[in-house]
């Protein structure tokens, strides 16, 4: 398992999986270790995977200062890694709450970025997120499922803050709840810094006009890929976040939610690749 030190001294891990040319991976959550990460659906016979545990997870030490969890302050970390890989530009593919740590890089480092991959990603760094209406709009795609009757009054309530996140409405987040999915939740168990993922999203760590506008200059491809049956982001958030970038393309893949590679991992694998490896 290779290491390298931040900027303040703080250990960070990476894990690398598969054969190819690297790609650059960061986890969601936030602050989630990235082993829930996989082998994203078989990419990893066409790529070598680069998994940072961003700090405070998985195999990566915890910060002294715990204000940097917070996305902003760890740009640089994403940075260090980068010249650590001896990357001059990387491929960079960032899950949900990751994809805000990307914008964020990709504003700052523009040049750095060779191709960028947001997978159903969480727009904060835009100043946009998912509402509760159009994360109950895709629950109610799932009505037929047996589970639902269960799970939506839970949900609905998590979504209002009236009641905590309920395991009973985990299927919500998976396009399909067969084995697979539910040995992903299991394995998820103890992965996530609860109170490291409050901080990510804390107070001065997005502003969306100055990112906006970066972002809008930045000359890499970009692929905004999302799920039919996903609310956070649903397929329209998805495209508007596509709409901050000069050079990018999103796609909405059939019958899958939060976690694409899982739901389909050949459609999800001949996407990426696809965009990864053009013609």
């Avoid at 269960?150 to 009973?168: H, K, N, Q, S, T």
């Avoid at 939740?185 to 103890?190: K, N, P, R």
């Avoid at 649903?234 to 796609?251: I, M, N």
Wanted: net charge negative; charged share 25%.
């Amino acid at each position: 398992m290779p290491t390298f030190t931040a900027a303040d001294g703080t250990r960070l891990a990476y894990h690398l999986r598969g054969t190819g040319e690297p790609l650059a991976v960061l986890p969601g959550g936030p602050l989630r270790a990235s082993a829930y990460l996989g082998d994203l659906g078989g990419l990893t016979a066409h790529r070598r995977l680069a998994l940072l545990d961003l700090r405070g997870t998985g195999d990566s030490a915890v910060p002294a200062d715990p204000d940097t969890y917070r996305c902003d302050r760890m740009v640089e970390d994403v940075e260090v890694w980068r010249d650590h890989m001896g990357l001059e530009h990387m491929d960079l593919l960032a899950h949900s709450a990751g994809a805000a740590l990307a914008m964020l890089y990709a504003a700052r480092h523009p040049h750095r970025i060779r191709r960028l991959l947001l997978i159903t990603p969480k727009p904060s760094a835009l100043g946009l997120r998912a509402t509760p209406e159009e994360r109950l709009a895709a629950a109610r795609l799932r009505a037929h499922e047996p589970w639902f009757a269960d799970a939506f009054p839970a949900f609905r309530a998590w979504l209002a803050g009236r009641a905590d996140f309920d395991d009973v409405f985990l299927p919500f987040f998976h396009g399909r709840w067969d084995d697979t999915a539910r040995a992903h939740t299991a394995a998820e168990v103890g992965q996530t810094n609860e109170e490291a993922g409050e901080r990510y999203f804390a107070e001065g760590a997005f502003t969306p006009r100055e990112t906006r506008a970066a972002l809008a200059a930045l000359p890499a491809p970009v692929l905004v890929y999302a799920g039919a049956l996903d609310g956070g982001p649903c397929p329209d958030l998805a495209r508007r976040t596509a709409r901050a970038f000069p050079h990018a393309e999103w796609t909405v893949q059939s019958g899958a939610a939060h976690y694409p590679w899982l739901d389909d991992p050949e459609t999800f694998r001949h996407r990426t690749l696809a965009f990864l490896n053009p013609a």
